[in-house]
């Protein structure tokens, strides 16, 4: 935990892993976050570190992750990294006492990351944040606040549509399941306040423009604690933009959101229309922005406040595998699959 103090000086942040997300973070922490900087940057590909650190002012590439982790120059880390690293990574953070922002997924199997809940339990202090980002979008932070405001009386269900332009090739079936709709799932833990007890996946003709091999679209079907029932359309490689909406239906109405609206332009004679967005990039490029800026401001604060987290905690990262675990059994059998998870009053502190 950061001891020195930082009233008067920037958190000095390591960024693990620099690719797509990674990289993405530590230009938005050298140019929009305030009260921190990139100290530390690290990659399993040394030069393409050792070259972003280059661009940045009093930044260094470590190339041992943890290494990088218990330096004494480094008040806090961001997890980028391929997720079967993140086990040990986070256990070392976790040892060096170190508040960590962790992409998803918090680990790759359901041992392992109860195990991290358990470790972070036993310190009695929260340190590991989970990177689902869509909880600091405004239009989510809108749809939760108008659920929970009562307005629209109870929640019965929620419909999803989760539409990517295109995948790398190394995107399989079972990934649309861990890396997408791992989303979704926080979503409906997040807007529902309920736990996902079972998932079913259903397979649709795929589309013949898909990689061979690849199910997609797939449409899942969670039911949660309280008999909510929330459907996922996952399509992948639409080939035509990145598109993410939400629809809820509740006793006294509905409500929508990720319409993308945006600016409306009436342009040549006949035709009108807006930008399309081409990934979650630039539709969550906001929402990163906010999740980043608290997660900072809270790790500032946390000598005082003694928590080192503002947004999803180890236990959404633990429920979140939990429940993708089930989704990729029900992606082989196509039957529903009852989510495995321990009761959370288990673990003291979790
Ligand atoms: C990717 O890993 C993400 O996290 C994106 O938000 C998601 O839309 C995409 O499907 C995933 O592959």
């Given at each position: ?102 992409e998803k997924p918090l680990t790759t ?227 529903p699959v009852a989510v495995t998870m ?9």
């Amino acid at each position: 935990m950061p001891d020195h103090n930082l009233s008067d000086q920037d958190l000095r942040v390591a960024v693990l892993g620099v690719g797509l997300m990674g990289a993405d973070h530590v230009a938005r922490i050298g140019s929009r976050i305030s009260g921190a900087r990139v100290a530390v940057v690290n990659d399993y590909v040394t030069e393409k570190a050792e070259q972003l650190a280059a661009t940045i002012p009093g930044c260094r590439a470590i190339a041992d992750p943890l290494e990088a982790i218990a330096d004494p120059a480094v008040d806090a880390v961001v997890l980028a990294t391929p997720g079967p690293t993140h086990e040990k990574q986070l256990l070392a953070c976790l040892e060096h006492r170190k508040p960590v922002l962790c992409e998803k997924p918090l680990t790759t199997d359901i041992d392992t990351s109860l195990e991290v809940v358990r470790r972070e339990a036993e310190l009695g202090t929260r340190l590991i944040q989970v990177g689902f980002m869509r909880r600091f979008d405004d239009e989510y932070a809108h749809l939760k606040a108008l659920i929970d405001g009562g307005e629209l009386g109870a929640p019965l269900l929620l419909h999803c549509v989760h539409r990517n332009p295109a995948v790398p090739d190394h995107f399989d079936s079972v990934m649309t399941v861990r890396d997408s709709l791992v989303h979704e799932v926080d979503v409906t833990r997040f807007l529902l306040d309920d736990e996902i007890t079972s998932v079913q996946i259903v397979k649709p003709q795929p589309n013949s423009l898909a990689r061979e091999g690849l199910f997609d679209p797939q449409i899942a079907i969670l039911e949660t604690a309280g008999g909510r029932h929330v459907d996922v359309e996952l399509f992948v490689t639409t080939g035509v933009a990145y598109e993410v909406r939400t629809e809820l239906v509740a006793e006294k109405g509905s409500a929508m959101i990720g319409l993308d609206v945006g600016l409306v332009r009436k342009g040549a004679p006949g035709v009108w229309g807006g930008t399309i967005t081409p990934s979650f990039k630039e539709r969550f490029g906001r929402a990163y922005d906010t999740e980043i800026q608290r997660w900072v401001d809270a790790v500032r604060r946390g000598a005082e406040t003694g928590n080192y987290v503002d947004g999803p905690t180890a236990w959404d990262g633990y429920a979140a595998t939990a429940v993708c675990e089930a989704g990729v059994q029900a992606l082989q059998s196509g039957q529903p699959v009852a989510v495995t998870m321990v009761d959370r009053a288990s673990i003291p502190g979790a």
